[in-house]
């Protein structure tokens, strides 16, 4: 199994630029999530899904849009990057329908918008 | 509002013990979790505490307060390859997760 597979591993964007973060899982895994990490913090929940066309938001939902309309995908949109959106973003799948369960993450993705 | 703190960084010798600590306040309980990250990896899941006392995974324990809204990590007998971050995180009364910062780990020869 490859588990929770995140791509790109890096990306420069320029700002205003867009672009799509890929996440797919092959777990049959109800919940996915975003996360972004920066330093000194903790992980931030961007948005959430507990099923196939159910979404909703994080902690940091702004700049950022989602759409799940399989199982497996849970892409993340930057509609019109800022350079406040610089971090590493996390994707991450758990068992069940809620964050109640021990999540897998994908390998990362560290975007820098210039 | 929700806190979780944990040490910014610690450091232990070799074959040593050392104990990972987080304190937190948050809107309701619904489990304590504990992952390891190693620099430029994805975060990894090592333990989780719903009731008090302590869980004994191998090298790893993790205890839990919950009238104390405390806990901790205890990695025994140290390798060079727990040098990681260690990262704290608890389930709220929603089932959504708040984070800590998380604790480097240097493990010193």
């Known amino acids: 199994n490859a588990g929770v597979t995140q791509t790109p591993k890096f990306q420069v964007l320029k700002t205003g630029q867009s672009m799509t973060l890929q996440c797919a899982q092959d777990?049959?895994?109800?919940?996915m999530s975003w996360y972004r990490q920066d330093p000194g913090m903790g992980l931030r929940l961007i948005h959430y899904?507990?099923?196939?066309?159910?979404?909703d938001q994080g902690e940091v939902p702004n700049g950022y849009n989602v759409s799940r309309s399989t199982t497996e995908d849970f892409p993340l949109r930057l509609l019109s990057a800022a350079p406040s959106q610089t971090s590493v973003y996390f994707c991450?799948?758990?068992?069940?329908?809620?964050?109640?369960?021990?999540?897998?993450f994908g390998a990362g993705s560290r975007l820098t918008v210039l | 509002g929700q806190n979780i703190d944990q040490p910014t960084e610690m450091t232990a010798t070799e074959g040593a013990i050392v104990q990972i600590n987080c304190t937190y306040q948050?809107?309701?309980?619904?489990?304590l979790f504990w992952y390891q990250q190693h620099a430029g990896e994805a975060p990894t899941f090592l333990s989780y505490n719903v009731l008090d006392g302590l869980e004994e995974k191998g090298r790893f324990s993790s205890f839990l307060s919950r009238s104390k809204g405390y806990s901790y990590l205890l990695l025994k007998e140290l390798q060079m390859k727990d040098s990681a971050s260690y990262l704290c995180?608890?389930?709220?009364?929603?089932?959504?997760?708040?984070w800590g910062a998380g604790t480097k780990l240097i493990i010193k020869p």
């Open positions: 991450a799948s758990g068992q069940g329908n809620s964050g109640a369960n021990v999540l897998t």
């Open positions: 948050t809107s309701g309980f619904n489990g």
């Open positions: 995180a608890v389930m709220d009364s929603n089932y959504q997760l708040i």
């Open positions: 777990m049959n895994h109800e919940y």
């Open positions: 899904s507990v099923g196939a066309g159910i979404t």
